[in-house]
Nanobody, 122 residues
């Protein structure tokens, strides 16, 4: 199983980035695809999730209204559109797959990809 995250970078506060997570190696029907982040000195935290089947979406309170998660089933890819970025969004962002939602909200998942750095300057 591979989860390949990309799209991170350096952006000014108020700017936007779109992260991508390309999934391969198994079918993820029944899983929730999630985005997580870990800032220096902090624990990894749940950011957003989307059910591979059905497409229900979930967000951490800190990103609601600014981030949008989506998926393209044909490309086996999950996206995280991040708008109105703030310096406190600076972190390494990871994509992962797991279930149920309570596990993902606790930053636990079955499969993890490598991280991509997002840096928001003030």
């Amino acid at each position: 199983v591979q989860l390949q995250a990309s799209g991170g970078g350096l952006v000014q506060a108020g700017g936007s980035l779109r992260l991508s997570c390309a999934a391969s190696g198994r079918t993820f029907a029944g899983y929730i695809m999630g985005w997580f982040r870990q800032a220096p000195g902090k624990e990894r935290e749940f950011v957003s999730g989307i059910r591979w089947s059905g497409g229900s979406t979930y967000y951490a309170d800190s990103v609601k209204g600014r981030f949008t998660i989506s998926r393209d089933n044909a490309k086996n890819t999950v996206y995280l559109q991040m708008n109105s970025l703030k310096p406190e969004d600076t972190a390494v962002y990871y994509c992962a797959a797991g279930s149920p939602l309570t596990e993902l909200r606790a930053a636990r998942a079955d499969y993890w990809g490598q991280g991509t750095q997002v840096t928001v300057s003030s």
